[in-house]
């Protein structure tokens, strides 16, 4: 998004503690979603992360994500299908593949605490770290 646009939608950021921002996108316990309109927030709410893998601990922890594919991110899609951008310091490739096919777009950030990761993004200011995105699994 450019600097000068001015965003109307959904953001929901991943975290541990409802302050600050986390890594691992499904680890994190829940989602703080805030509707943005202009330079304004307009609400914001708190998603518990029932919707997961790893959070509901129906992953093998191998980060093999081949077999079953997309499949193992359903649930995060649609948990956070109003939602354009999720902001997380950290995630998998596969997820970021597969919330980009469903138009929500991941942006890793290295920012400590959600109200200034959210502040930046209102101001067009947060950079998208892909340095931070786990490549383990690639080939």
Do not use: P
């Not at 129906?58 to 093999?64: A, E, L, P, R, Y």
Request: hydrophobic residues 30%; aromatic residues 6%; contains cysteine.
């Amino acid at each position: 998004m450019l600097k000068d646009e001015k965003f109307v939608g959904k953001i929901a950021v991943a975290t541990n503690d409802l302050v600050r921002v986390t890594g691992h996108i499904g680890k994190c316990k829940s989602f703080m979603v805030y509707e943005i309109e202009g330079d304004k927030i307009s609400s914001k709410e708190l998603r518990e992360n029932l919707f997961t893998n790893h959070r509901l601990q129906k992953h093998n922890n191998q980060h093999n994500h081949e077999e079953g594919g997309g499949d193992s991110h359903t649930h995060l899609i649609e948990g956070l299908k109003d939602c354009t951008f999720l902001i997380s310091k950290g995630g998998g490739w596969r997820v970021v593949e597969d919330l980009k096919q469903h138009n929500i777009t991941t942006l890793f950030a290295d920012v400590e605490l959600i109200d200034d990761a959210v502040n930046k993004f209102i101001k067009g200011e947060l950079k998208n770290d892909q340095e931070l995105i786990c490549n383990h699994s690639e080939k």
